[in-house]
């Protein structure tokens, strides 16, 4: 970690940065805006001074803040700890970097916390990311770090601090191993010790790091190497610090799908299936359940088994809290709850629309019955008036109806000039137009004769398109608006008309396609029906 003056240390890296004063958490957040990491020799040369320094404190019995805001240069231009700086963390990075039991109690840490702060701290300069349940294994991130880094970070960041090696002199001589170019060669320590010094066994089944059998493995072989939050995407040299240098013209072409929120969740639920230990239990209403995979934590979550209320722990790390309040699964529990006060106002607006139809059932018999007795004192004054005259009458029917999703159909008499035409795209996939159909309906009818075969009634013709799981077959997307318009006779759709909008003429030839398909009960006159959906 060096500052531009020379460093004190032969061989070793100071802070190289224009700012005497600048911290750790500083420089690693001006890397990340400049799309670069830290080299694993330049982490290595910054962690391994500060590993010296805070065995020194810790041996002295004070007790630590460790995090990268904490981290400064001395007036050497070395790494250490800066007792001024070293106070609870503000951000959601240096927390991450706090030991679970000092994020439960805030309280400052021994050299066991400290072990997993190095750790942690390891973690986030050569991958560019901070530790939690998305969290990858570095190597999967940038298959060039060397398999000792994993193994290193693994043990250093157990979230049971009885399995958490606590030797600070151990690591630091551990990590000067693993890349020791450019860093201060510190007291030569037994790695052994790294093991030795836990309350307990270290068990690195216990490691926040996800487990090395399961985890995805990028091939080397392939010429392409992987970096955070961008896909595959080569690198096409380094920089002086040994950074990637990435070319993002691919992804700059993709910048507009990054606000979306379906793109984002789909990104974390693949970081969070790289581990699939059942190590999540959710406490709802005084009742554990689980443990739980992540992802079968987040099956429960979209069933709507869990809400943001309610309290998740991690076995893992020891951490607890409500739901909405963990970074990797908020989002989700959000879209879930969306979704239910979604169908809970649908639901409602049914319920209304029930009632409304019961409160007027009664009014509309009362009508009904009142046209029934004039038609027929109309048609005995009619044919007393006519005698035996035939007279035929060319009379255009159309039945036509709206239909919207989820709701009832409500039909309506309408003249053949009165058909509204919906805007947007429109497209068919053979065959005649409602339009065409409508317009050349003409039904010869003579008075004094049975009506014939009844219409279909508004259940019958709306029937078919209830449940039109068409419309998302067909690509129509949320937001697009779509109508159909079908006539129909003899049970088959003779003529269809789809609308959409935004104009889409693939999608509603599609719809057209399908809704040709649909079949309705036999009836030798026209209907009409349309469905917005």
């Known amino acids: ?4 003056n020379a460093p004190a240390t032969p061989g070793a890296t100071s802070m190289h940065t224009n700012d005497s004063s600048m911290t750790l958490r500083a420089l690693l957040d001006k890397r ?95 991958t560019g990311l901070h530790i939690g349940p998305a969290m990858k294994r570095p190597r999967d991130i940038d298959p060039s770090l060397p398999e000792a880094l994993e193994i290193l970070v693994g043990k250093a960041i157990i979230g049971d601090r009885a399995h958490r090696p606590a030797d600070l002199g151990a690591l630091a001589s551990a990590m000067y191993y693993v890349a020791p170019q450019r860093s201060v060669h510190p007291p030569d320590v037994s790695e052994g010790r790294l093991d030795a010094s836990a309350e307990l066994e270290v068990d690195v089944r216990l490691s926040m790091l996800p487990p090395y059998e399961i985890a995805g493995r990028i091939s080397e072989a392939s010429g392409v190497k992987v970096f955070p939050g961008s896909g595959r995407l080569p690198a096409i040299g380094r920089d002086p610090f040994g950074a990637p240098i990435i070319d ?22 693949v970081r969070l299936e790289s581990d699939p230990r059942p190590r999540y239990v959710v406490n709802k209403d005084k009742m554990d359940h689980g443990p739980f995979s992540a992802v079968e934590l987040l099956q429960q979550i979209a069933s709507h088994a869990f809400t943001g209320n309610d309290k998740l ?44 139809k019961k409160s007027g059932i009664a009014k509309t018999i009362a009508a009904v019955s009142v046209i029934v007795a004039l038609a027929g ?38 003249a053949v000039g009165g058909l ?18 409508l317009n050349s309906n003409n039904e010869s009818v003579t008075m004094g004769q049975a009506a014939g075969t009844p219409d279909l009634t508004n259940a019958q013709l709306a029937g078919p398109l209830r449940h039109a799981s068409f419309v998302t077959a067909c690509g129509a997307p949320d937001d697009m608006k779509v109508q159909v318009r079908v006539a129909v006779r003899m049970g088959l759709p003779i003529g269809v008309t789809v609308a959409t909008t935004p104009a889409h003429g693939g ?21 009409f029906v349309t469905t917005n959906y």
Request: some cysteine.
């Open 420 to 437: 509204a035409h919906a805007g947007g795209g429109g497209g068919y996939s053979g065959g005649q137009s409602y339009e065409a159909v």
């Open 313 to 356: 722990r991690d076995e893992i790390s020891g951490q607890q809290m409500a739901l909405a309040e963990w970074e990797e699964f908020a989002p989700f529990a959000e879209q879930a709850g969306f979704l239910r006060d979604k169908h809970a106002e649908q639901k409602a607006v049914v319920r209304a629309a029930d009632a409304d």
């Open 377 to 414: 004192v109309l048609s005995v004054w009619f044919f007393h008036r006519r005698g035996t005259r035939t007279d035929s009458v060319i009379v255009s029917k159309d039945r036509a109806g709206t239909v919207e999703v989820n709701g009832d159909i409500k039909g309506r008499k309408k």
């Open 1 to 4: 970690m060096a500052m531009p």
């Open 32 to 126: 990340r805006s400049e799309g670069r990491r830290m080299s694993l020799q330049e982490a290595i040369a910054i962690l391994v001074p500060v590993c010296v320094d805070l065995e020194d404190r810790h041996t002295r019995g004070e007790r630590l803040y460790v995090h990268p805001a904490a981290i400064a240069p001395g007036q050497d231009g070395v790494a250490r700890l800066e007792p001024r700086l070293a106070v609870v963390p503000t951000t959601a990075f240096d927390r991450h970097c706090l030991a679970p039991e000092l994020q439960r109690t805030l309280e400052p840490g021994d050299a066991c916390a400290s072990v997993y702060s190095i750790g942690a701290m390891l973690y986030e300069m050569v």
């Open 248 to 269: 993002r013209t691919a992804e700059r072409s993709k910048r507009r799908n990054v606000d979306d929120l379906t793109t984002r969740l789909a990104a974390l639920k």
């Open 507 to 527: 999608v509603a030839g599609c719809i057209d396609h399908a809704v040709r398909g649909l079949r309705w009960p036999a009836s030798v006159k026209t209907d």
